[in-house]
């Protein structure tokens, strides 16, 4: 069956309304996103990511972005607060793999089973605050083995790792939220640094693009440039179920549905809206329609990596990490 070739988070609060019940179940979305606010305890949060999967009827993917750091959307009291990744980088593959372990038990027992994680771009001299300390690193082939630690760490948990920004975010010197970042790099230097980490772990099963323009290959964005879509899956070798960065982002131009249009077009699998009322929803749903057969496909591969819960030691797992750390 194909569902809306959208991931949504336009949900306003703790618990989803009747409106948004119906919406999504209309809607149909491959998946789900949430934000810091729609955590609040872990039983309340269970039971959000229950009444979402209730709404499509489905065992629906729900994801977060839980890197650590400034990005982490479950805190304090009732989770781990995490340090920064670039600031454990350090600590070495065991520390990530546990990391990123502990992080997905976390996200697992209270129906997240996806991690808009690890952050594989690479760290350099200019780049953009907003991003550099959610990097692990400025070595593409030390980020390779650390992200595929925490993708692993992820994985073992029965969490989905998502790795981001593709082909690469290091060299963007302006925050993609705000405007769009311009790369002028010669193609080569972007193949030996930035897309290499891409390629190390291109047979990951979930990826997202990045808001970024690369002069020397497009004058589109990545996201809705059918050149960098080529780029990632050819050049990358990256056949995993690929979604768009947030399209709410005023790095793009357009309207939202737009936008939308234009990343499916250019070759993206799913459209990610994050932040939105129903009304603002709408037109993004309709631009989308549904997956294709393609992204159907990678959608079914991605699903079969998804281990079930399982029971770990999780105590002692974080005694290793802190030793690790220390």
């Given at each position: 069956m194909s569902h809306g070739a959208t991931i949504l988070g336009g949900i306003a609060g703790l618990s989803l309304t009747a409106d948004e019940a119906a919406f999504f179940r209309d809607a149909d979305p491959w998946g789900f996103i949430l934000f810091g606010r729609n955590v609040g305890s872990p039983d309340q949060l269970r039971r959000l990511t229950g009444q979402l999967r209730e709404a499509v009827g489905r065992d629906a993917v729900i994801t977060v972005d839980q890197e650590g750091g400034r990005v982490q959307r479950l805190r304090a009291p009732h989770w781990t607060d995490w340090p920064a990744p670039l600031d454990q980088a350090g600590a070495g593959v065991r520390a990530m793999w546990l990391r990123y372990h502990l992080i997905g038990q976390e996200l697992r027992a209270v129906g997240i089973d996806s991690n808009c994680a690890p952050t594989l771009d690479v760290a350099q001299a200019d780049t953009h605050a907003f991003l550099r300390d959610r990097c692990l690193g400025s070595d593409p082939d030390q980020i390779a083995k650390l992200g595929r630690a925490a993708a692993d760490g992820l994985l073992a948990a029965g969490v989905l790792p998502v790795v981001k920004h593709m082909p690469g975010h290091g060299r963007a010197v302006a925050d993609s939220h705000h405007d769009l970042p311009v790369v002028k790099a010669a193609e080569a230097e972007l193949q030996a640094l930035d897309f290499a980490p891409f390629?190390?772990?291109?047979?990951?099963?979930?990826?997202?693009?990045?808001?970024?323009?690369?002069?020397?290959?497009?004058?589109?964005?990545?996201?809705?440039?059918?050149?960098?879509?080529?780029?990632?899956?050819?050049?990358?070798?990256?056949?995993?179920?690929?979604?768009?960065?947030?399209?709410?982002?005023?790095?793009?131009?357009?309207?939202?549905?737009?936008?939308?249009?234009?990343?499916?077009?250019?070759?993206?699998?799913?459209?990610?809206?994050?932040?939105?009322?129903?009304?603002?929803?709408?037109?993004?749903?309709?631009?989308?329609?549904?997956?294709?057969?393609?992204?159907?496909?990678?959608?079914?591969?991605?699903?079969?990596?998804?281990?079930?819960?399982?029971?770990?030691?999780?105590?002692?797992?974080?005694?290793?990490?802190r030793a690790l750390t220390a």
């Open positions: 390629r190390a772990l291109s047979d990951l099963p979930m990826g997202m693009t990045a808001h970024i323009r690369f002069t020397a290959l497009d004058d589109a964005p990545a996201t809705a440039s059918a050149r960098m879509i080529a780029l990632i899956r050819q050049d990358i070798g990256f056949d995993g179920l690929l979604m768009t960065d947030d399209i709410t982002m005023n790095a793009l131009s357009g309207t939202e549905a737009e936008r939308a249009a234009a990343s499916l077009a250019a070759g993206c699998d799913l459209v990610l809206h994050c932040n939105g009322s129903i009304a603002q929803m709408q037109p993004v749903v309709a631009a989308a329609g549904t997956m294709s057969t393609e992204a159907s496909r990678r959608a079914q591969a991605a699903l079969e990596r998804r281990l079930p819960p399982q029971q770990v030691d999780t105590a002692a797992m974080m005694a290793e990490w």
